[in-house]
């Protein structure tokens, strides 16, 4: 029987009065209904990570939250060794009204973001210069790879005779924060193109501008924005160390004042302000990453 | 020294003198000539290892890490089609296809090249959104839409399945009568190499064994007859001994 010929046939049933009790089967009035397909989300494979939610990352936190507010309640954690959760709101709130708070916040933000600036335009930079040049790696790579090796901390006194104690020398030092997670990732990302890629630019005669647009910083994008990611973090990590030397205004200068008249809230107002910060600017280049990276096929999705 | 030099020589398209290349790894070729006329489609049939990639390499100035000698004179406008589509992931199907031309058509063009390889209406796609076959396919676009006069393709076909190869030896057909560059096809499908090209080059152990022009007559039954007589010459040259019935029944 050859296709067209296969019609399903309805039969008409003219004496049929109803349908019978108990039996499932009701004759067409009109026309059949239409077949009822339950469709659902089948998921990920059996390696998969599986389906995520929103603010699934909030769980670890959240339990930690909830350990401490306890804690703190039942009197288990001492409020001199550490202070309730919600202290941090209500002394958060207490600066704010005298001022503090957001005088210390703005010029704390203005320091990282100028080091942001300064430290990632300066990785990109370099990155670019070693990355995609044999004769540029070797002047400045084997450079940054010795910078790397030695402590920030054993370069501040240096860095005090050289840039002083002023804002320059904080900035400065942000700036290198910064500017070591953007070099190495971006450097990492761009001798890591794909050689195909190369052939292919080579064999459709794309000058080195052209090669620049349309291979290399489309595929090293991956690698800059994971620098970018480390390099917003590293910002505000750097306050920390920049802002307890010679300083009179900052959050970091806020928590060691605190901590020399043993003011535990204010030193906890402080660490909850680097979270927030840095979670927030994570937040931020994880936004831009999904904006800019959306071509990507990856065990997360 | 190698020099590939843009140039005409005696009508030829593609000329190429006494080439040889050498590897540390795999490859060699050992002493090869070869001409390629305007618009002529020319397979180059060999055993693995036998030099075929090379050749096509060293003609598309993708042989840097070799080391040789001789003259190959190739046309201005070449473009490679790979064995993978190697679209760039980043961009959409319309700027993989147009991303290396100039002028204010380009996009035109771009939609027109998607259109006739069946895939207009997809500009916006990205190419992981693609089979295997399609890939191709845009592939084959981005590789004509700059009219090349002469296209390499390297083992184009030879990831494909082989439903999806027989569908894409008919576009190729149309669209080198439609474009009509020359073309260098790289494979070691025999039946492929008869049904695609005008001449077919057999190549072994980096030399050149054999040069057949395929002229097969119209008549249904005497083409029949002469395609398995040819396929069994060319399975001869790459070492494969077969029946002459084996090689019918594979045919038909």
Same mark, same amino acid.
């Given at each position: ?301 | ?7 005409? /020589?005696?009508?030829? #398209? ?6 040889? %290349?050498?590897?540390?790894? *795999?490859?060699? &070729? !050992?002493? @090869? ?40 004179? /190739?046309?201005?406008? #070449? ?6 589509? %190697?679209?760039?992931?980043? *961009?959409?199907? &319309? !700027?993989? @296809? ?155």
């Amino acid at each position: 029987m050859s296709a067209k010929t296969a019609t399903i046939l309805h039969p008409e049933f003219p004496d049929y009065a109803g349908p019978a009790p108990g039996l499932g089967y009701h004759r067409p009035k009109a026309s059949l209904p239409e077949p009822q397909v339950a469709l659902q989300e089948r998921g990920t494979g059996r390696l998969g990570l599986g389906k995520g939610t929103p603010w699934g990352w909030a769980l670890g936190p959240l339990l930690v939250l909830v350990y401490w507010s306890l804690g703190s309640l039942t009197g288990f954690i001492d409020s001199r060794i550490l202070p309730a959760p919600w202290v941090a709101v209500t002394t958060g709130l207490e600066l704010f009204e005298e001022g503090r708070l957001q005088a210390n916040v703005a010029i704390s933000t203005l320091r990282a973001a100028e080091g942001l600036v300064f430290g990632v335009s300066a990785g990109l930079a370099f990155a670019f210069l070693s990355g995609l040049s044999l004769f540029g790696g070797y002047v400045f790579d084997g450079i940054i790879q010795i910078k790397r090796a030695i402590p920030m901390l054993a370069l501040i006194p240096f860095f005090i005779l050289w840039f002083g104690i002023g804002e320059t020398m904080k900035v400065t030092m942000i700036s290198i924060l910064v500017f070591v997670p953007v070099y190495v990732q971006t450097h990492n990302a761009l001798r890591g193109i794909d050689l195909r890629y190369v052939e292919l630019a080579e064999t459709m005669r794309l000058n080195y501008g052209q090669f620049l647009r349309h291979i290399v910083l489309p595929g090293a994008m991956p690698g800059i924005l994971l620098g970018l990611r480390f390099a917003v973090m590293a910002a505000w990590v750097g306050l920390v160390v920049v802002e307890q030397v010679n300083t009179t205004s900052g959050i970091g200068y806020m928590v060691s004042l605190a901590r020399n008249y043993a003011q535990a809230d204010v030193m906890l107002v402080g660490l909850v302000l680097y979270a927030v910060l840095g979670l927030a600017s994570d937040y931020a280049v994880r936004l831009i990453e999904r904006r800019t990276l959306g071509w990507r096929r990856t065990l997360a999705q | 020294m190698s020099g590939n030099v843009s140039g005409n /020589v005696s009508g030829a #398209i593609v000329s190429i003198r006494n080439v040889v %290349r050498r590897f540390t790894l *795999k490859g060699v &070729l !050992d002493g @090869v000539d070869l001409d390629i006329s305007r618009g002529e489609f020319v397979a180059l049939l060999g055993r693995s290892g036998s030099g075929k990639s090379t050749l096509l390499r060293a003609i598309a100035d993708l042989d840097h890490e070799a080391i040789g000698s001789g003259e190959i004179y /190739v046309p201005e406008r #070449i473009s490679v089609v790979f064995q993978d589509a %190697r679209l760039l992931p980043w *961009k959409t199907l &319309l !700027d993989n @296809v147009t991303f290396a031309l100039k002028g204010p058509d380009a996009r035109e063009r771009g939609r027109r090249a998607l259109e006739e390889v069946g895939l207009g209406g997809r500009e916006t796609s990205l190419p992981q959104e693609l089979s295997g076959g399609e890939q191709q396919r845009v592939a084959l676009a981005r590789s004509l839409v700059g009219e090349p006069e002469l296209l390499l393709a390297d083992e184009p076909f030879g990831a494909l399945d082989a439903l999806t190869r027989i569908k894409m030896h008919v576009l190729v057909k149309r669209l080198v009568s439609v474009h009509q560059p020359a073309v260098l096809l790289v494979t070691h499908d025999v039946d492929e190499a008869i049904v695609l090209s005008d001449r077919i080059v057999v190549l072994d152990q980096g030399a050149i064994v054999a040069d057949i022009c395929v002229d097969l007559p119209e008549d249904a039954g005497e083409r029949l007859e002469r395609t398995a007589d040819l396929r069994r010459r060319l399975l001869a040259h790459l070492g494969v001994e077969t029946a002459a019935p084996v090689a019918d029944t594979a045919l038909s």
